[in-house]
């Protein structure tokens, strides 16, 4: 029995071998959970993540959950640059209705070009508001009170995990930083634009592009086997899924295998590929 299970542990590794091969790469995974302080939309609110060298050297945006209220995040825009609407280099959602759910966010050690960043001491930073700032137009008195935090994190060859600052503002709680030089990342084999169908990753969303139009839908396992996410797509060649939402379903390190499939006969499109969602 025993012999038979390592063959077929043997025989799916293998498998998934045909698919991809792993490299290796930098990434720190950031997570806050925040509270109300009463302000004048509670508890819709208004939060972003970045990552900054200390004296405020700006080098990538994480996270921007604020459609149309930015100018909420005083501390973001100064040391952005006052980014402007369609200008954001990192995962992008809606201003959030409250605070119930903790935010996470991955990033690739890399710059808003692409580029990665060298070995030093960075900054993790958090802002939230509860748009008082957005009546300061109307009221040239009002005082701007959000929330602002940040840690200080050492990127080296050595795994580690490191405390935010929670204690000067209590609004923010679990702030924290884990960061591994050497997180394996699944690299298909394939090139996506010639087989069947391909993945896009973009703004926190995964897009999936037919090379045919046909009614086609979409199941998402973590390298498991459990299936976190199923979709449809009736009229178009593409379908957008979010990739944020994937990634907090499974325990794939951010890898997860897509099966696409013909919805009129249920018979698989392509292969079953492996789509790392880390942009």
Known sequence: ???KKMRRNRACCIALLLLFTLSFSKKMEVTVKTKSYGGITAPRHTASIWIQQPGNKYVK?????????NFCLMNWRTVTGLLIDGEYDGETGATLADHTKALK??????????????NGTYEFCVEMAESEYYWKIHDPN?????RYSKGTIVIDDEKKEVLGDT???????GFKASYDPNTAIAVPQVKHKQSAWYAEISYGLVTLTLQKQVPFGVDVFDLKGK???TAESITTQKLSLPSSEIG???????????KVYNLTDSKQIGSVRPVSLLK
């Not at 009002?142 to 959000?146: K, L, S, W």
């Not at 204690?167 to 709680?173: E, L, R």
């Open 142 to 146: 009002e005082v701007y009170i959000g």
């Open 167 to 173: 204690i000067s503002d209590t609004c923010f709680s």
């Open 248 to 258: 907090t379903r499974g325990s794939s390190s951010g890898v997860y295998l897509f």
């Open 105 to 118: 966010v991955v990033w690739d050690c890399k710059d808003t070009n692409g580029v990665a960043v060298p």
């Open 227 to 229: 299936k976190v996410w």
């Open 61 to 69: 945006t994480l996270g921007l959950w604020s459609y149309g209220y």
């Open 1 to 3: 029995m025993l012999q």
